[in-house]
């Protein structure tokens, strides 16, 4: 029998609720779970319902501070046998079958990133990653940081630039596919054979953290330093660039509300849409 690694799932705690509140524990997980409690307190004594494979109390302004503890905390421990690691949000309501079944089908269709779909009664930012009915896997260019799943090589090649965001915003659409660029390791996806619920509204929005920055003001930084990061590596290796990647990633800007060309963009592939489910309506 080949050996496989077992993934890891990184979950959120605040220390105080109950851990893993928002988890159905329906049966035996496929991965290990790491629980982290974002206080930094140390409550590891009100776990008590369940045993995680890796804990760790630190202090986590945000997602992207929480991101990058956690690894820090495998490097320094040298752990480094996993096949995919996930980090969901503490107010994510999944089970841990979906959580089975979404890295096997990851895993069936050998994807470099992904995340599942969010159900319709989420609170959520993106559209893109709302769960569409009759879609398995849906290729995306990048996934939210709000629950997203990188392979081994991805999240280890993104480690020494992982403290650059203290909120996490533009570590998911600029950063990690950047990486996955440079990798070529790029097969992204939305996995909508599998829901999950985002079950509080979205906080981070009009905070200043600990760098004195907004949420925005993080995204931008990370959108340049990403563009050099991106045509120095293509300069070093005198690769030719894809301008598809510049042009819907590397340089679509993000800002409070949605601007018009970015609306406006989306009315052909609205009418292609809409021609199809009237097809499909024909054949019923």
């Given at each position: 029998?080949?050996?496989?690694?077992?993934?890891?799932?990184?979950?959120?705690w605040d220390g105080e609720t109950e851990p893993l509140s928002h988890i159905l524990l329906d049966t035996v997980s496929s991965f290990d779970i790491f629980l982290i409690d974002y206080s930094g307190k140390d409550n590891l004594s009100k776990v008590i319902n369940f045993k995680p494979t890796y804990y760790?109390?630190?202090?986590?302004?945000?997602?992207?501070?929480?991101?990058?503890?956690?690894?820090?905390?495998?490097?320094?421990?040298?752990?480094?046998?996993?096949?995919?690691?996930g980090f969901l949000d503490d107010d994510i309501f999944i089970s841990i079958s979906d959580l089975n079944k979404l890295l096997f089908i990851a895993t069936l269709e050998n994807l470099d990133a992904f995340q599942s779909s969010l159900t319709h009664d989420s609170y959520f930012h993106h559209r893109q990653f709302i769960h569409k009915p009759g879609c398995i896997v849906q290729e995306t260019p990048w996934v939210e940081i709000m629950a997203p799943f990188y392979s081994?090589?991805?999240?280890t090649s993104a480690a020494p630039y992982l403290n650059k965001?203290?909120?996490?915003?533009?570590?998911?659409?600029?950063?990690?596919?950047?990486?996955?660029?440079?990798?070529?390791?790029?097969?992204?996806?939305?996995?909508?054979a599998v829901q999950m619920k985002h079950c509080r509204p979205i906080r981070t929005g009009n905070r200043i953290f600990s760098n004195q920055?907004?949420?925005?003001q993080e995204i931008h930084e990370m959108q340049g330093f990403c563009k050099t990061l991106f045509?120095?590596?293509y300069a070093t290796h005198k690769s030719q660039t894809n301008r598809l990647f510049i042009k819907k990633v590397l340089n679509r800007n993000y800002s409070n509300g949605i601007p018009l060309r970015y609306k406006l963009a989306r009315v052909i592939p609205m009418i292609k849409n809409l021609y199809k489910l009237v097809v499909d309506a024909s054949y019923r």
């Open positions: 029998m080949t050996y496989q690694s077992k993934s890891i799932v990184v979950i959120s760790l109390s630190k202090k986590s302004e945000c997602k992207g501070d929480l991101i990058n503890n956690v690894s820090q905390y495998l490097i320094q421990h040298s752990i480094i046998d996993f096949k995919y690691i081994n090589e991805i999240f965001s203290i909120s996490g915003t533009g570590t998911d659409v600029y950063l990690i596919p950047t990486i996955q660029q440079i990798l070529g390791k790029t097969k992204t996806a939305v996995i909508h920055k907004s949420c925005l045509f120095e590596f």
